[in-house]
């Protein structure tokens, strides 16, 4: 029996609005690793975008602009974006594939679509929380149009599943569940000029619950007095600056913003990684932090237990005293804290890129045979 050979078009927004990112970085990884059988095309004229750089071979587009800001930047990338609008647009009108996957919720596509799509959903933090990017009534009812509409609907997590199903009503039989892939690295610990330290990666958003993380550290340093916390992200802003001082841990704290090998180094030298978060769609820093044999301590929310599983300890993360066990559980206790580190080596072998791209054929598959 022959296999159905399909052609999927993806569409040019992630690729518009990322220079990095986890969404640009997931279209890319599934991309790469799609079976024989599925052949693609997205629709992206120029990109500054940094996944599709690092991926030339396989995507083949490049950026026009230098790398350095001048004056008119801004209006010469607004004015790219629209030509990688007009192109999409154009790629949808001429009706050469079987199937379109969209790389984000701008609904431009409904009036002009003649074929089925699908769509990822990463998470349903616009409703569930004060994002402010979807504070706009209009970005989130854009949100919902797009997976309502949708022939079949991505979700990253049993857990974003199941908002789809009790926010936005979606059927269950309409959604697959395929958990995002990683790629290894061949990571190695470089001398740590740091001390001790608990590891946070990320942004500092509201639901991402820094200022709890901030009490629970307060509490550790005025126990353990050589310990400090390294944040990954943007510098601290005046509010942050603000919650450091008010509890009076401003130079116990460091705020970085690095690249992957020296994120790599961090992970691999702290005490323990703290992701003290109320939500999110998979947790793609848990898996990271398990390629680097750094002991992770997590929310019991959300997706979490379903990608950590036996591999890291749980805390409530509203409660700075659950929070604080937890961390000190790892940082001693050295038999257990190589015993959970071991686990989430184990756990990140679930996980693969290859067979993230092959439950995504499958999904694929559903719709058009």
Known sequence: MSRRFMKILFDHQMFSIQKYGGISRYFCEIIKHLPPEVSFKLSVLFSQNHHLKENYEVFKKINLLPEKNFKGKYFIQKKINWLNGAYSQYCIKKNHFDLFH?????????KILKKPYIITVHDLIAFKFDDPFYNRFQRKLQMENAIKKANRVIAISENTKNDLIDILHI???KIDVVHHGFIKTNSYKENNHLGKYILFVGQR??????????????????????????????????????????????????????DDSTLNNLYANALAFVYPSLYEGFGMPILEAFANHCPVCLSNT????EVAANAAVYFDPNSPDSILSAIEKIIFDKKFANEITMAGAQRLSNFSWQKAASQTALAYKKIIE
């Open 102 to 110: 969209p790389t984000f919720y701008d609904n431009y596509f409904l």
């Open 171 to 173: 059927h269950p039989d």
């Open 302 to 305: 959300s997706c979490f237990p």
């Open 205 to 258: 958003s509201h639901h991402k619950n820094f200022k709890t993380l901030v009490k629970t550290a307060s509490m550790l340093f005025n126990k353990e007095k050589d310990i400090t916390l390294v944040c990954v992200g943007k510098p601290f802003d005046e509010e942050e600056t603000n919650l450091l001082s008010q509890f009076k841990i401003a130079n116990k704290v460091i705020v970085m913003n690095v």
